[in-house]
């Protein structure tokens, strides 16, 4: 079990890439085996060729760590035998006291990286830009969390107010483009990734001022291809490009509204409202459907078919919606005919039918508990502050405040196993454990199978921590066990951080 000191230092300027033994097919395949862009090569979280190791730990199957200077949430993304990833190195002495939502007083220097991904050396190291932030940033946040693109030709750096930069693989740099200051709600700062589809690079520009916008580029000369102004406040979502009848359409979450545009001249297609504030969590598709969710002060995820025009608020088009249980930060994850989704940024999980909207799971305090067998697949949840395990797979993918989820896609539908009573409650076949260090007393809760997805199996007076045992019984309790506790969310271990 990680310390919380050693889970911040992976966001810290002593921050290390840990490349995991077969973690991809490292020999010519097609793009769906490498990781290629923000949320994997289907844009869906989900690596449909991956077979990564079922465990790992500091030592154990980490085939080589190489230390990265500065800090940056930017997903590393891989292609062929290359890894390429962001970071921001401050040039000064860092000053840890001082405000994060302040502008820092310091240069930093917005650098891209290109790492030998058999060895972890460094290939390449180039500085984008040096300049000094006009803007601070949320602490979870950094000044590198735009992640970079790849299709095996060029090389796509954003730093958003610090441009965007095309390289060749051998870090040769092509063309940049500027497209001004973003001024962002509260300074919050930056995190939306491009998209990029063929030979169009998509940039979404949503701040606080009313030069909203959305922008195609050319990728190979940066020419400016169209742009089409926006009303929005600031967008965290990356913008994700669909093909529909031979269209391909540009979908963007946002808080107004969730927009598609024809990709190829910039003109809108349909909106749709309902989502809430600070709708952040990036948009997935499968098929003719879009799904779009959030969850600040509300919750909301929809389900969208394309093939329609105009604004599609409340009409048929909207095949099937949710209003709870889901996420603020987090991005879905969409797996076959499976829609996971995390509960506000709370390690609380809930998967629904893609095609129906019907509930596998998802949290409750009223229904029964019902257990259930997924299909062999392994899923991970990756968080700033947690992380979770699930079937006969143990990992940490890397920290990160767009927190992502990744599977092996499930080809089954999961075997439903008779309701018993909540207190008499079955567990799935591997129970989940989820870490949530607190860095102010330097302990960490665990918090069961039980507690994380709760299974229907909390009953209205929360007294459940004599059903701890289930989970203890399934899996050997962490290390460091300090003490068992109550919570009205579930039964918890608290551990001492080694």
């Not at 000094?132 to 979870?140: A, F, K, L, M, S």
């Not at 989940?432 to 302990?443: D, E, L």
């Amino acid at each position: 079990m990680q310390s919380a000191k050693n889970r911040r230092a992976q966001l810290s300027a002593a921050a290390v890439i840990a490349l995991l033994i077969t973690c991809f097919a490292a020999t010519a395949a097609p793009a769906d085996a490498f990781w290629p862009q923000w949320r994997g090569p289907l844009c869906t979280g989900a690596a449909p060729l991956a077979d990564p190791p079922q465990t790992w730990s500091e030592t154990q199957n980490v085939k080589w760590k190489s230390p990265i200077p500065g800090e940056g949430d930017a997903t590393p993304v891989i292609w062929g035998g290359r890894v390429f990833l962001l970071t921001a190195v401050a040039t000064g002495k860092p000053n840890p006291s001082a405000p994060t939502l302040e502008a820092p007083a310091q240069p930093y220097q917005f650098t891209v990286l290109c790492l030998d991904r058999a060895n972890g050396h460094v290939l390449w190291q180039k500085v984008a830009r040096q300049e000094t932030p006009h803007e601070g940033r949320q602490e979870n946040n950094t000044f590198a969390s735009a992640s970079p693109i790849t299709d095996g030709s060029v090389v796509l750096a954003f730093f958003g107010s610090r441009g965007l930069y095309c390289y060749d693989l051998d870090g040769g740099l092509k063309w940049h483009a500027d497209f001004g200051k973003m001024k962002t709600r509260m300074g919050f700062g930056e995190g939306a990734s491009p998209a990029l589809s063929g030979n169009t690079i998509v940039v979404c520009w949503d701040d606080e001022t009313e030069r909203d916008f959305i922008v195609a580029l050319d990728k190979e000369t940066g020419k400016e291809l169209w742009r089409t102004p926006r009303d929005e406040a600031t967008g965290w979502s990356t913008p994700l490009v669909v093909g529909f009848q031979g269209q391909k359409q540009v979908v963007v979450n946002a808080t107004k509204a969730v927009r598609s545009y024809d990709l190829a001249t910039g003109k809108e297609l349909w909106s749709c409202t309902g989502q809430t504030m600070n709708a952040i969590p990036s948009p997935v598709a499968a098929s003719d459907v879009v799904y779009v969710t959030s969850g600040f002060r509300g919750a909301a995820l929809q389900a969208v078919r394309l093939g329609r025009s105009g604004d599609l608020t409340g009409s048929d088009a909207i095949l099937w919606s949710h209003a709870k249980n889901t996420p603020y930060v987090p991005s879905p994850l969409l797996a076959g005919d499976f829609l996971y989704v995390i509960k506000g940024n709370d390690p609380i999980l809930s998967c629904f039918n893609a095609k129906s909207g019907e509930p596998v799971f998802e949290p409750s305090a009223s229904k029964p508990c019902t257990a259930f067998t997924l299909p062999p697949s392994r899923l991970r949840i990756a968080s700033t502050s947690w992380d979770a395990t699930a079937p006969a797979s143990s990992s940490r993918m890397g920290p990160s405040p767009k927190s992502s989820l990744s599977i092996k896609s499930p080809t089954t539908t999961p075997t439903p196993r008779s309701p018993s009573p909540a207190t008499s409650c079955s567990f799935a076949p591997a129970p989940i454990f989820i870490a949530s260090p607190n860095p102010r007393n330097n302990r960490t809760s665990v918090w069961s199978a039980e507690a994380c997805f709760r299974f229907g199996c909390v009953d209205p007076s929360y007294r459940i921590c004599r059903r701890v045992f289930c989970a203890r019984n399934s899996l050997p309790p962490p290390p460091f066990v300090r003490q068992f506790g109550c919570a009205k969310s579930g039964p918890i271990v608290s551990l001492q951080s080694p």
